[in-house]
């Protein structure tokens, strides 16, 4: 998935307990993760920090079960670019890697 600067994600889920984490690691190891929510709706705007002109990786996952649920799959890397890239549509992502729980994540573009 891609974004840009000024991009919100959103992590929706129905049931279940289910938290949303950065992990500036890249994968799955909980050391330095940042925590970004734990009841659903969780949004997150990207910042001019998180984004390069060629694109930069950000790893969002579920840790509950001290990163069990990101380790069976629940996560979602997205490339963050700066500048340069059209505006978009809503997206929903709909089919995500992970378990049955697995967030359905949508972004918007900021409009101003």
């Known amino acids: 998935m891609t974004a840009n600067v000024g991009d919100t994600i959103c992590f929706v889920w129905q049931h279940d307990v289910n938290n949303v984490y950065i992990h500036p690691s890249l994968n799955c190891h909980l050391d330095g993760a940042i925590c970004v929510g734990a009841n659903s709706p969780v949004t997150y705007t990207f910042t001019e920090a998180d984004g390069t002109r060629d694109g930069k ?12 649920n990101c380790r069976a799959g629940q996560n979602l890397i997205v490339t963050v670019h700066s500048d340069g890239a059209d505006a978009f549509d809503p997206v929903c992502v709909t089919k995500l890697t992970g378990s049955e729980r697995a967030a359905v994540a949508a972004y918007t573009r900021r409009r101003n």
């Open 57 to 68: 990786d950000m790893f969002f996952s579920c840790d509950i079960g001290h990163g069990s």
